[in-house]
């Protein structure tokens, strides 16, 4: 994010799941008075639907094109909570798998849900401070009456955030019983293999 004397620049990204892999689209916002500007190298279809609802543009323009931002900001912000929600139902369904020590399991997909997390939530961190800058009316050109808006924004990204630090915490625990278990049936193979040496080598 940048300040200028005559607008703002910030740069937000968008997130994507492809299978269990997390992928980023940047928007890059110029905010100033009466007016928005929108840069991205990809279509976006957050942008693309909003323009198509021409009376919810004329509406959200009358407020002001912080209200246009808020738009796009809040339809984002939500897909990344769904995101985050898909990736806790993948894990539930690896989950089991790890406690059962099953043969089916890609432990590898375990640690790519793990890092696709991560790298949300330290995307999400970066977004919560623009946020806290719009709801503390931080920003030149918005209006009082947006802030209210923004903290509700703010609040799904310490959502996310927070969800996330819940399914870290579990995928954790999980992986720590899977070593457990591991470890336990590596144990067992080799005193059995003792045993059967110590029969054998007599004969």
């Known amino acids: 994010r940048e300040k200028f004397p005559h607008y703002t ?3 937000f990204r968008g997130v994507h799941l492809n299978g269990s892999y997390i992928s980023t689209n940047d928007f890059n916002f110029i905010i100033a008075k009466n007016t928005i500007i929108t840069v991205s190298e990809s279509e976006r279809t957050t942008i693309d639907r909003l323009l198509a609802d021409e009376s919810l543009c004329r509406e ?11 738009r796009i900001l809040d339809v984002e912000t939500d897909h990344t909570l769904h995101i985050v929600h898909d990736i806790d139902l993948a894990f539930e369904r690896c989950e089991s798998m790890l406690l059962t020590h099953s043969a089916k399991l890609d432990i ?3 640690f790519e849900l793990k890092s696709s997390l ?4 330290k995307l999400i961190l970066t977004h919560k401070e623009i946020f806290d800058e719009m709801h503390t009316h931080d920003i030149k050109h918005f209006s009082p009456d947006s802030a209210a808006f923004f903290r509700d924004v703010r609040d799904h990204a310490i959502k996310i955030i927070d969800t996330i630090d819940g399914i870290v915490q579990a995928i954790a625990s999980a992986i720590e019983a899977y070593n457990t278990i591991s470890t336990k049936r590596t ?7 003792t045993i059967m040496t110590a029969i054998m080598l007599p004969l």
Do not use: Q, S, T, W
């Not at 959200?60 to 808020?70: A, N, Q, T, V």
């Not at 991560?118 to 939530?121: D, E, G, S, T, V």
């Not at 144990?187 to 293999?193: A, F, G, S, T, Y």
């Open 60 to 70: 959200l323009l009358k407020k002001g094109p912080e209200f246009i931002l808020h």
């Open 187 to 193: 144990n067992d193979i080799i005193r059995i293999l």
């Open 108 to 110: 590898a997909m375990v």
């Open 118 to 121: 991560a790298l949300i939530k």
């Open 9 to 11: 620049y910030f740069c």
